[in-house]
């Protein structure tokens, strides 16, 4: 079975339609293995000749090779590199590519840049799904069996091999150890039961579920997928009881509470990509095209290197990246980065700069402006996302009567209508977009114009009456509505711009509402409070636009790490019951639940498709979270002489952009 033939995206036609248009603009980056003779060709650094194969590396790897410092090129890579084609031309080796992070939980800065290796990957049009550190894979035909062969000689960045004994690592040491994996990710369970892996050699594992799970290609591609391929046995067993028996003597010298503790002082969060941990120990060994130099949060700048043993090439036999190095400046004032684009300083980047509403709607008359005279010019980004902003009220709330209000559709209802959303638009946005709820876009199959429109009217009279009729007639002197028990309603909203939620509150003081303004800068210390059911509410974007089927989080409650912050207590119920924190849902929602699971259940395209309309139907009648307006396509900087940039590329944390446009062939001219 060829697998790029047996697997569409998402098992509709969404991406196809959305992103069909991109395809020209972007290309298709047709990746292969090397099975065929390496072509002859004048050397652009060090050469090596391994049978009938010819490969090029970097002049300053072949130096290192020279000096007896690293083995020859060909031995460092597999047997089958993968093949990328550049989407211009063919690139040059050298020179040192200048980002901008923020100093707080901008992981996602590294993820998407210099991340992103999973066993298979979305192809650069979004439109499937390729093989990437898998060299191939076959799928049983009722979708409950999933078999992977790896590259052969494939290495992590220090040289050691890479095998199935790693995956093995990761899923009997780490994912089964009830300590370090307390709770499953929904994506590795089918039928109440975990995933089962078994190793078939030392290139090969099979990946077997207790009923179908149609979606689990999907989720491998996903930055979720990483987890799998990211922990390197030869460096982490010394942290792990089973392998070092000196373990309690490790804790000590750590000054670590157990062994648990010192494994995830390591890396982090199990079982999320969403980690900063994991980019604060270059130690540890990565299957990156560069490796970072320094710890993410404690060195300015944070260069990461080209890493020596990285397993692509062009189609001339050149190893990858072309770029010896990323620089990464840390500014955490947004004004600062647009700075650092005008002055030429970014040399191609979208995250921090155009990549989210905020951002789009403010610097892009700036950075416009500015193009000619700092040497860059602009790429697309065509948002996946469906909303600019999701307000979610906390559904499940620890105080029993916000909990009663929040959960009364009519106060939901209420205080949409009392949103000013052209105002916002106009203010916050610079006029871009229109009003929208949470909804699938226009683009997607799945789009219902009613659903995407349902309680957009500004109308304060109307939201007045459904105020009311949620039973807040009461007010106390300063105009503010009272809850059933007498107290002044009033709730803080976590975690949006803060000039927006500015907005929001004058609109809902004059239906009567007290909305607090609360924290807008720190996102760890959002996410701990959320997490724990501590918010009253939450702002976030609107994820699910066009990805609909593999990112229906604001759909229904999809799980505890997904953002589905309106009803953060059912999504633990639906990914791991035996939470604390868990709660069980209303029938209704437990019905969403059911079907989703039946999507994962079956292969049939039409039927998937029938069952999220479902889903859909549900959550527009349930109403579960409030939204603004449709978000416009974003940008990224590029600058003059910065090469193999798509002109437009689609964005999501999904489709983690620019990672699947393989940034390892991007080179400066």
Do not use: C
Not at 267 to 282: K, L, M, S
Not at 391 to 399: E, F, M, Q, R
Request: aromatic fraction near 12%; glycine fraction near 8%; charge should be negative.
């Amino acid at each position: 079975m060829n697998p790029a033939e047996k697997t569409p995206v998402f098992k509709v036609a969404s991406i196809a339609i959305a992103f069909l248009v991109l395809a020209a603009g972007i290309g298709y980056f047709y990746v292969s293995t090397m099975d065929g003779r390496g072509s002859k060709r004048p050397s652009t650094g060090g050469m090596a000749f391994i049978g009938e194969r010819n490969f090029s590396e970097a002049p300053e790897l072949a130096e290192k090779v020279a000096k007896g410092e690293l083995p020859p090129v060909g031995e460092r890579l597999p047997k089958n590199p993968l093949i990328v084609v550049p989407h211009e031309k063919l690139g040059k080796y050298g020179g040192t590519w200048h980002l901008v992070a923020k100093s707080k939980s901008d992981h996602n800065a590294f993820l998407r840049y210099l991340g992103y290796e999973n066993l298979v990957r979305w192809n650069a049009s979004w439109t499937g799904i390729i093989p990437n550190i898998a060299q191939s894979y076959n799928v049983s035909s009722d979708s409950r069996e999933y078999t992977f062969y790896l590259r052969d000689g494939l290495k992590w960045s220090d040289g050691k091999p890479f095998t199935a004994d790693d995956i093995m690592f990761w899923y009997e040491d780490v994912f089964l150890d009830k300590v370090l994996t307390p709770v499953y990710q929904d994506w590795l369970i089918a039928g109440g039961k975990p995933v089962k892996v078994e190793r078939l050699g030392d290139r090969a594992v099979k990946f077997s579920f207790e009923e179908p799970n149609s979606l689990f290609l999907q989720s491998l591609a996903h930055p979720k997928g990483g987890e799998i391929v990211s922990y390197p046995k030869h460096a982490l067993s010394g942290y792990h009881p089973k392998y070092n028996p000196d373990i309690d003597q490790a804790v000590k010298d750590a000054g670590a509470k157990d062994w648990a503790d010192l494994f995830q002082s390591k890396f982090g969060n199990i079982g999320t990509p969403d980690n900063q941990t994991r980019w604060q120990h270059p130690e540890i060994p990565t299957l990156n095209a560069w490796v970072l130099q320094g710890i993410y949060g404690k060195d300015a700048p944070l260069v990461a290197a080209r890493n020596p043993y990285y397993w692509k090439i062009d189609p001339t036999g050149n190893q990858l990246p072309y770029i010896n190095r990323l620089e990464y400046a840390i500014e955490d004032d947004s004004s600062k980065i647009i700075d650092l684009v005008l002055a030429g300083k970014v040399d191609m980047q979208d995250r921090n700069v155009g990549s989210s509403m905020i951002s789009v709607a403010t610097a892009r008359a700036a950075i416009e402006d500015g193009a000619t005279k700092g040497g860059y010019h602009l790429f697309k980004t065509v948002f996946a996302t469906m909303n600019t902003m999701m307000i979610s009220l906390n559904l499940n709330h620890k105080d029993p009567a916000l909990r009663e209000i929040f959960q009364n559709k009519d106060f939901r209802i209420g205080l949409s209508h009392a949103l000013n959303r052209e105002r916002i638009i106009d203010l916050i946005f610079a006029g871009y977009g229109i009003p929208y709820q949470g909804a699938p876009r226009p683009e997607s199959p799945f789009y219902d114009e009613e659903m995407a429109k349902q309680y957009t009217e500004y109308d304060v009279a109307k939201a007045n009456g459904y105020l009311d009729r949620a039973g807040l007639k009461e007010r106390d002197s300063a105009g503010y509505r009272k809850r059933p028990d007498g107290k002044r309603l009033t709730f803080t909203v976590d975690w949006g711009d803060a000039k927006a939620l500015a907005l929001i509150q004058e609109d809902w003081k004059a239906v009567g509402i007290d909305m607090k303004i609360g924290n807008t800068t720190d996102r760890t210390a959002f996410y701990s409070r959320k997490s724990n059911l501590d918010h009253d509410a939450a702002v976030w974007t609107g994820d699910g636009g066009i990805d609909v089927m593999q990112e229906p989080r604001y759909y229904f409650p999809f799980g505890s790490t997904n953002e589905s912050n309106y009803a953060l207590a059912w999504g633990y119920w639906f990914t791991s019951p035996d939470n604390p924190l868990a709660e069980e849902p209303p029938e209704i929602v437990k019905e969403q639940m059911s079907l989703y699971r039946e999507i994962r259940r079956t292969a049939d395209e039409a039927k998937q498709n029938e069952l999220m309309a479902r889903i859909l139907d549900i959550a527009k009648d349930q109403f579960y979270a409030i939204g603004v307006s449709l978000p416009v396509d974003g940008f990224g900087i590029v600058r003059d002489g910065f090469k193999n940039v798509p002109e437009a590329m689609p964005a999501a944390f999904v489709y983690p952009n620019p990672a699947p446009t393989n940034p390892s062939q991007y080179f400066i001219e």
